[in-house]
Each structure stands twice: as C-alpha cells, then as structure tokens.
C-alpha cells in the first residue's frame, strides 16, 4: 500500500486545516466578545472566519463547544516552563507572559465577557477553572521552587504569592486603564519580592 493510500485510510476525507481552525476559534472569540453568548452565531463566527458554517458544524456541534475549544487552544501553555535561576527573574517572566496573553491574543478580547458568562454557564466555568488550575500549577512550581531555595519566606502560601502578582495585571487590564508596561511589572516584581522575601 501506497504513501497516499496509507494516509487516506488513516485520515479519510479532506485533512484539516491548522489555518481553518485557528481562524475558527479566533473568529469564535471575536464575536462571542462583541455579541455575548446569547447574540452568537454559529454563522457568524463562519462569516468572520471566512468559511461556510457546514466546516463549522464538522468540528463543533455548537456554538458553547466553540467557546470551549476555543478557551483551551488559546489558553494552553506553549512555552517552556520558567526557571531564570532567580525568582525575581521568574516572576518577571512569568508577569509578562500574563500580559503578553491579555494584550496580544485573542483570550485578552474575550476575557471580560468570558468572565460575565461564566457565571451562567456552568459548562463554561467548569472549563475556565480547569484552565486556571492548569496555570496556577505551574506558577506553583515556580513559587515553591523559590521557596526551596531560601529566596521565599518557608511559610509563604504559594496560593497566596500567585494572587498577589496576578491580580495587579488583571485589575489594570479589566478595570483600569493603566499601562500594562515594564515599569508596571518591575514594580509588581518588588512589591512580591519585598512582602514574601
């Protein structure tokens, strides 16, 4: 059996197109951020991603799977885990990947409505929390990590620490409309740094 044929019958159909989905769920964002829930479309969602709502409809059943998948592809993790050898290296880095997301990514223009709808869709929140419990794990490991170190108070609540630095970001990012710049974050930087050493 031939190349062709071997990838034929593993895959049948037309492949799927990385593009195609991401545009998908970029497009899924877009309009669940500017419509809410209950003002999006499934059609509108094909309109802003250029494709028919049939290539939709292939992928996801509605329009909630839409806001799902599209949280967990834009939430996920791609870089590699922090480890500058110092923590206020690590939270540096971890503080500008923070705003990196809200600022330069399509979770930053669904965010405030995300956070509106989850109240009323549990299916919605159940997937927003297993997101969150991802991050704050590898933020722990940062966090514990410093405390192993000695560069930590030993009776610092890592839970604690990762809310402390968390919450400046999105206060300014959803409330304010305070810059999100490196003077910013070096000062979160201290203020953590000072209240945990």
Do not use: W
């Not at 609540?157 to 305070?178: A, K, Q």
């Amino acid at each position: 059996m031939g190349t062709a044929a071997g990838v034929e019958a593993r895959r049948p159909g037309r492949p799927r197109s990385v593009e195609a989905d991401e545009a998908i769920l970029a497009s899924a964002f877009a309009v669940f951020a500017e419509c809410g829930y209950d003002g999006m479309t499934v059609e509108g969602v094909a309109a802003r991603a250029g494709v028919g709502k049939g290539t939709i409809y292939r992928r996801y059943p509605g329009k909630l799977d839409l806001i799902i998948a599209a949280s967990q592809y834009f939430g996920q993790e791609r870089e590699p885990a922090v480890d500058t050898g110092t923590i206020e290296g690590d939270l540096r880095a971890l503080i500008d990947r923070l705003i990196g997301v809200f600022t330069n990514s399509p979770v930053g223009t669904a965010m405030p409505m995300l956070i509106a709808e989850r109240r009323r869709i549990p299916e919605l929140a159940a997937a927003h929390d297993e997101i969150t419990a991802t991050k704050r794990e590898r933020n722990r490991a940062v966090i514990c990590r410093a405390i192993d170190r000695g560069e930590l108070r030993a009776d610092a609540d890592p839970e604690l620490v990762i809310d402390m630095y968390v919450s400046p970001v999105m206060y300014r990012f959803l409330v304010t409309d305070l810059p999100l710049d490196a003077t910013f974050a070096s000062n979160v930087v201290k203020t953590v740094v000072s209240a945990f050493r």
